[in-house]
């Protein structure tokens, strides 16, 4: 069955770095998009970034651009999004999910067809 396990999250001061990792299982990496996800408390499912299937492809939201970066070791089966520069406004439940997600819209669950269980950034002094 596909399984999506994210890694790497923690508590970080604000302008301080981490790298979130998701590994993949149960289907063709490879051949699909991946989109990391995130929910701050009290709020909607967002988009981050999306990935696509050779690395190729890369889209950000406004908020993360240049802060940010997506990258994908398909050998691996593993998804990564470093973050530098992180603000409290960064604090959330992060995750991956399978396929491409490019909108500003408040996610719903059904818009992705598997997500891991996420992995907690919280970003506070």
């Known amino acids: 069955q596909v399984q999506l396990v994210e890694s790497g999250g923690g508590l970080v001061q604000p302008g301080g770095s981490l790298r979130l990792s998701c590994t993949a299982s149960?289907?063709?990496?490879?051949?699909?998009?991946m989109t990391w996800v995130r929910q701050a408390p009290g709020k909607g499912l967002e988009w981050v970034s999306s990935?696509?299937?050779?690395?190729?492809?890369?889209m950000y939201r406004d908020s993360v651009k240049g802060r940010f970066t997506v990258s994908r070791d398909n050998a691996k089966s593993t998804v990564y999004l470093q973050m530098n520069s992180l603000q409290p406004e960064d604090t959330a439940v992060y995750y991956c999910?399978?396929?491409?997600?490019?909108?500003?819209?408040?996610?719903?669950?059904?818009?992705?067809?598997?997500r891991g269980k996420g992995t907690l950034v919280t970003v506070s002094s």
């Open positions: 990935i696509n299937s050779d690395g190729g492809t890369i």
């Open positions: 999910a399978r396929g491409w997600i490019s909108t500003m819209r408040i996610l719903l669950a059904s818009d992705m067809d598997y």
């Open positions: 149960g289907f063709t990496f490879s051949t699909y998009a």
